[in-house]
């Protein structure tokens, strides 16, 4: 179903993003809510990190939340031999993302996707299950990405779990960065409850945090002598995104529901890299 020809290898070599895009699109909705600008912005976080190390260091990408970013996760650790965990709970996203890689980027690389790509379908805080149990797999994370439960509470606590794995050089990016959630996504619920005919539950003050890409870069700070906020192609392009254009009914529902933020729309993806640990 999704082994399209995209031309040789020596034309997809040419521009890997080009066809990092067309695969991307030809994923349904239902696992495809990333915008392109932010799925390249990743994909440019992914490949500069690869090119940056050694050849006896392994690349390890860890993301929370599978999707459309999950096909860069596996693109880049197909492209440096390395490894990807994804956790989400919902095991049929996993599925399906493993055949649309099969069928096309790993027939790109001549690779099998179990050996780069693993989905662990469990909660990412739980402490025998989720991020915790890196230590138990890898001896290091280079990229981290947050895309699941839009809380500041779950936000921090894959922070916590993912930090003593970073090293020099690391990246930690977040989607729906300029959320402000503390402890209940009550626009997803309100949302769900519309469905239901059932009447909003109204939001107080306390489930207020600070913006997520605020909280980040402090703990970030606390932890790192250097914590460097990195330009990213998802800031250049998404005014011109085809993602909010051609959603645009959608997005403007969720934008007044509260799922979407278009205040800050600019910190929807942001990125920092980390250097020097503190003592």
Known sequence: MYDFYFGTKEDIKKDEQKFLIAVKRMMPRWVNSLPDSEFLALANIMDERGKSLQANQKLVIVETGAG?????????ALKYDGLAFSWDYNGEKGSLIRTVCTETMCNYFRKHIDNHWKLVAHDSLSPYLGLPILKELVDHVDVFFHDSEHVWNTVLGELEAVDPMLVDGSIVALDDANQDFLHTNLAYINTFRKKLGLAAVPWPEENKSE??????????????EKVEYLPDLYKEKYLTDPYFSYYNAEFEVKANLGTERTEKLEHRFDSWRVTGRRK
């Open 68 to 76: 459309a970013s999950s096909l860069v996760c596996a693109f880049y």
């Open 211 to 224: 913006p997520f890409y605020v909280g980040t870069e402090k703990f970030l700070k606390s932890n790192w």
